[in-house]
T-cell receptor
């Protein structure tokens, strides 16, 4: 069964360092997303990406964050200068269609990358 | 705005039914979802209900939606040890392409 894969599964970094989290979405999917979950808190939307550009982003996704689809298979999330509060589980997801009642797309999630900032 | 609330922990004996509850605040929610996260795994879609429905049954899963109270529940019949996981409810608003999640409910099934 096709799946979304994420690497690394766990990364520990020092505050101020750059981090890149990698995702391989399902191959025929067109829409890509990052969500995150700080320990004990809700899963929060960060950004969605379609047709090589950001289609929507939340207020969490500030200038420290960027996303890229450098080739036909990878989708990356970069955090330029990590802060303690960036420690979280980061989930990548993909869908073949838009979500919601008229488009019936379904989100498929990866297993997550745990980021720990010291 | 979007706000989804869940209680945090449920312990249930194998074979019993489990009920997980969720409340949401935005009446323009169109689809409401239940996701399951097993240890070390990603979020897996279990089932969903469209906002014009009151109930949806899918094998051992029953979803009940009370739009008046903005309350969503998931009932798992004959709970198995493989049902031990964290369960998230999520909503999508009309015209949006993103999900708003609750904090999740940890369900522990005791053999």
């Amino acid at each position: 069964e096709p799946e979304v894969t994420q690497t690394p599964s766990h990364q520990v970094t020092q505050m101020g360092q750059e981090v890149i989290l990698r995702c391989v979405p399902i191959s025929n999917h067109l829409y890509f997303y990052w969500y995150r979950q700080i320990l004990g808190q809700k899963v929060e939307f960060l950004v969605s990406f379609y047709n090589n550009e950001i289609s929507e982003k939340s207020e969490i996704f500030d200038d420290q964050f960027s996303v890229e689809r450098p080739d036909g298979s990878n989708f990356t999330l970069k955090i330029r200068s990590t802060k303690l509060e960036d420690s979280a589980m980061y989930f990548c997801a993909s869908s073949d269609k838009l979500l919601g009642p008229t488009n019936t797309g379904e989100l498929f999630f990866g297993e997550g990358s745990r980021l720990t900032v010291l | 705005g979007e706000d989804v609330e869940q209680s945090l922990f449920l312990s249930v004996r194998e074979g019993d039914s489990s009920v997980i509850n969720c409340t949401y605040t935005d009446s323009s929610s169109t689809y409401l979802y239940w996701y399951k996260q097993e240890p070390g795994a990603g979020l897996q879609l279990l089932t969903y209900i469209f906002s014009n429905m009151d109930m949806k049954q899918d094998q051992r899963l029953t979803v009940l939606l009370n739009k008046k109270d903005k309350h969503l529940s998931l009932r798992i019949a004959d709970t198995q040890t493989g049902d031990s996981a964290i369960y998230f409810c999520a909503e999508i608003l009309y015209g949006n392409n993103r999900l708003a999640f609750g904090k999740g409910n940890q369900v522990v099934v005791i053999p």
